[in-house]
């Protein structure tokens, strides 16, 4: 039997002649399709269909439910959130070749293993999760990333879609090849008692929270890696390196929902993403800088160097960006960045467009030199093939890409673990992916929130540090 992809739209009706209790609305055909399909590959298929959905944000209702492992997605402009609890099925993966492997698992999964409706694209049957930037050297820092394999990608028990306003939720059910249709029709009625819920809620709410954080490092400690790093690039061995340190903000009790909702409402043209994956600590960011987003054969990407604060009024503003477009050092950082995504796009398209000069992107407290990319991507390139090639872009890593891993595993005292890594979504022919900066993991009494700064020629060690505070700060102040 194959299975075939569900289409992309929703029937105006759908026969009732399945499950329906009040809840949800389940065809017969599907888990008859479900059980037909299990048995044939003889391991588990995914079956999903769409319960009754809690008029209620999502974030409030990742809070009521307690569920783990539990997540959040939005997109930059978009209008779609995205969040899940538990899991359906979990593919996790560890070292170097986790990302292609996982990657591959999810591939056939999605063609093979999942048995749905029609449904809309937003609501199409997708992963969510992310990659460490560096899956090679052991984690370092004790227990700092624990619960977080180097590659991990959520398929949910429930996914809460939020759109314009309006709430759908898709359910989904691992189906055993074991199993008969009356055991099938009690577990769906299970899982979709579990979700029934009029309970509402206004809003998460959050402590007010300290401006004061403590840093992982010396500044004499910063300046004497920064240093060391200038002079492998006076060598000529290295063209840019970016280097990351920790700033810890001590006995704060924040949870991870309440945290992300203050983010999404006061950091406005980001991506918003939140993980917790029952490690008992969490991860969430809002980071600016896509790293790719994946239509059928059409992808498109940003990159990003090159850094100031905003002005306090319109004036200053323009004059902070008009000083970042001219800067040699801010300019050479960020044509590294362009440089190398174009190579790595062009190995992966057979068209490839960008824009001439890049231009300033405002957020809430900085600015940065962006230029976008678009390319039609060639015959058989995999979601996996993107996010191996483009990742970790010269943005998070350096460039030569190599040298610079090197030097970033030599230098920095800590490992990275998801900062600076690919998290988003993962559909069977779209997917988006941003790059986790921005970011911070939550435990139960701390937060520690990551800042990094892009290091060339014409660098100096206070002023890289002085970025890296002020982008911590950022992070920080969007919580107040």
Request: hydrophobic share 40%; charged share 20%; with cysteine.
């Amino acid at each position: 039997m194959n299975f075939q992809a569900a289409p992309l739209f929703l029937p105006d009706r759908m026969e009732d002649t399945g499950i329906h209790n009040g809840q949800s609305r389940l065809p017969k055909d599907l888990t008859a399709q479900a059980l037909e399909q299990a048995k044939s590959l003889r391991e588990n298929v995914i079956l999903t269909w769409e319960g009754e959905a809690p008029q209620i944000d999502p974030l409030s209702w990742l809070e009521l439910e307690s569920a783990c492992p539990a997540f959040y997605w939005k997109g930059r402009h978009g209008q779609t959130e995205y969040a899940g609890a538990r899991a359906a099925l979990v593919l996790r993966g560890t070292g170097p070749g986790s990302l292609v492997n996982v990657c591959a698992q999810a591939d056939r999964i999605l063609d093979q293993r999942v048995i749905c409706p029609p449904l809309p694209r937003d609501l199409q049957p997708r992963f969510f999760g992310g990659f460490a930037f560096d899956p090679s050297p052991p984690q370092a820092g004790g227990t700092l990333w624990s619960g977080f394999d180097d590659a991990a990608l959520i398929f949910p028990e429930a996914l809460l879609v939020r759109s314009f306003g309006q709430n759908r939720l898709m359910l989904a059910l691992a189906v055993r090849p074991d199993e008969n249709a009356e055991e099938v029709r009690l577990s769906v009625e299970k899982v979709s008692a579990r979700y029934h819920s009029g309970a509402a809620a206004d809003s998460v709410t959050l402590p007010s929270v300290a401006v004061s954080l403590e840093a992982d490092m010396s500044r004499a400690a910063w300046s004497e890696m920064v240093l060391t790093a200038l002079a492998r690039i006076r060598s000529g061995s290295l063209d840019k390196v970016v280097l990351a340190r920790q700033l810890w903000l001590r006995d704060a009790r924040l949870g991870v929902w309440p945290v992300m909702q203050r983010l999404r409402d006061r950091a406005p043209y980001c991506f918003h993403f939140a993980f917790d994956l029952c490690g008992g600590r969490s991860f969430a960011g809002s980071t600016p800088e896509r790293l790719f987003y994946r239509s059928g054969d059409e992808v498109e990407t940003e990159c990003i160097g090159g850094t100031t604060v905003r002005g306090p009024d319109r004036d200053s503003d323009q004059s902070l960006a008009e000083h970042l477009l001219s800067s040699p050092k801010d300019r050479l950082e960020h044509y590294y960045v362009v440089e190398d995504m174009l190579r790595c796009l062009g190995r992966l398209c057979d068209r490839l467009d960008a824009g001439a000069s890049p231009h300033v992107l405002e957020l809430a407290t900085l600015q940065h030199l962006m230029t976008r990319a678009r390319g039609h991507l060639k015959s058989g390139t995999t979601t996996g093939d993107i996010l191996a090639t483009l990742h970790p872009s010269p943005a998070v890593g350096g460039s030569p890409r190599d040298a610079a891993l090197a030097a970033i595993r030599e230098l920095e005292p800590n490992s990275r673990g998801w900062y600076a890594g690919p998290v988003g979504w993962y559909a069977r022919d779209q997917a988006e992916f941003a790059v986790a900066i921005r970011s911070a993991l939550l435990t139960e009494n701390e937060m520690c929130v990551f800042a990094g700064a892009g290091i060339v020629q014409g660098s100096t060690p206070d002023n890289e540090w002085q970025e890296t505070q002020n982008k911590a700060l950022a992070f920080l102040n969007a919580l107040q």
